[in-house]
């Protein structure tokens, strides 16, 4: 009997059987627990870091979205209003005022051009011994007859 004691001594392969004692098995407990907590710790940190950046993220996106409206208002004006619907040629209050101003720009400009006729036409003063007033050209103007 002695032989297969000496056989299994001499063989490095065969390893003694040697039963886990309370010890190990505490510590290695403590380990699992210390592990599994940490573990824990380290996902409520993931998740916490998740969290954040997606309130970075979102935070850009809106500070962005403001910074694209704030340009938008300032380099293009605001489209009209429900009350400005009707299209130029059915609003008569904006028609009628548009006339008016036409109307005024035309009588402004025939009296002008009566001035500036009026200018050529004055009577010769009395040291100027001419028969007839010389008009230029390019002072003429139709008279509409």
Same mark, same amino acid.
């Given at each position: 009997?002695?032989?297969?004691?000496?056989?299994?001594?001499?063989?490095?392969?065969?390893?003694?059987?040697? +039963?886990?004692?309370?010890?190990?098995?505490?510590?290695?407990?403590?380990?699992?627990?210390? #592990?599994?907590?940490?573990?824990?710790?380290?996902?409520?940190?993931?998740?916490?870091?998740? +969290?954040?950046?997606?309130?970075?993220?979102?935070?850009? +996106?809106?500070?962005?979205?403001?910074?694209?409206?704030? +340009?938008?208002?300032?380099?293009?004006?605001?489209?009209?209003?429900?009350?400005?619907? #009707?299209?130029?040629?059915?609003?008569?209050?904006?028609?009628?005022?548009?006339?008016?101003?036409? #109307?005024?720009?035309?009588?402004?400009?025939?009296?002008?051009?009566?001035?500036?006729?009026?200018?050529?036409?004055?009577?010769?003063?009395?040291?100027?011994?001419?028969?007839?007033?010389?008009?230029?050209?390019?002072?003429?103007?139709?008279?509409?007859?």
């Amino acid at each position: 009997m002695m032989e297969t004691s000496n056989a299994q001594d001499d063989n490095p392969e065969v390893m003694p059987i040697s +039963t886990p004692t309370a010890i190990d098995i505490a510590s290695l407990q403590a380990t699992i627990e210390r #592990l599994c907590a940490e573990l824990k710790q380290t996902q409520a940190e993931l998740k916490q870091t998740r +969290t954040e950046i997606d309130m970075l993220r979102n935070q850009r +996106t809106q500070d962005l979205n403001q910074s694209i409206i704030e +340009t938008n208002h300032a380099q293009f004006p605001s489209l009209p209003s429900a009350a400005q619907s #009707l299209p130029p040629w059915k609003d008569t209050a904006r028609l009628n005022s548009i006339k008016q101003s036409m #109307l005024e720009k035309l009588q402004q400009r025939r009296i002008q051009r009566q001035e500036n006729a009026a200018c050529f036409l004055q009577p010769l003063s009395e040291n100027q011994d001419f028969e007839y007033t010389y008009i230029p050209t390019k002072a003429r103007q139709d008279l509409g007859h």
